[in-house]
């Protein structure tokens, strides 16, 4: 089984950046795919960004592109999603999830594990 930690969410203005992490624990997921998927309030929750195994690949959301970042450190089994010019519209929780198999994916149901998630919040 694989756990996952979030961490790094707060409060912030329009316009800041922030780093979210999540940290992994009871196996090494060098070999998963990664993603990070919001979920603003009455909304359903959406893909943000995924990263391959190797981190050659990665994809965002059209509404991120440009201001998001995923990247990841194997050896710290932690991913990572680094936000810049940080929009009202980018209020949600945060979660992080890993797929252990196939190819890396923007559908949150092809991934096993989840994070609790963390709250990020951009006031105008």
């Known amino acids: 089984q694989v756990q996952l930690v979030e961490s790094g969410g707060g409060l912030v203005q329009a316009g800041d950046s922030l780093r979210v992490s999540c940290a992994a624990s009871?196996?090494?997921?060098?070999?998963?795919?990664l993603g990070w998927f919001r979920q603003a309030p009455g909304k359903e929750r959406e893909f943000v960004a995924t990263?391959?195994?190797?981190?050659?690949?990665?994809y965002y959301a059209d509404s991120v592109k440009g201001r998001f970042t995923i990247s990841r450190d194997n050896a710290k089994n932690t991913v990572y999603l680094l936000m810049n010019n940080l929009k009202p519209e980018d209020t949600a929780v945060y979660y992080c999830a890993a797929r252990a198999y196939g190819r890396i994916t923007t559908d949150e149901h092809e991934y096993s594990y989840w994070g609790q998630g963390t709250q990020v919040t951009v006031s105008s």
């Open positions: 990263i391959s195994s190797s981190s050659t690949t990665t």
């Open positions: 009871g196996r090494t997921i060098s070999s998963y795919n």
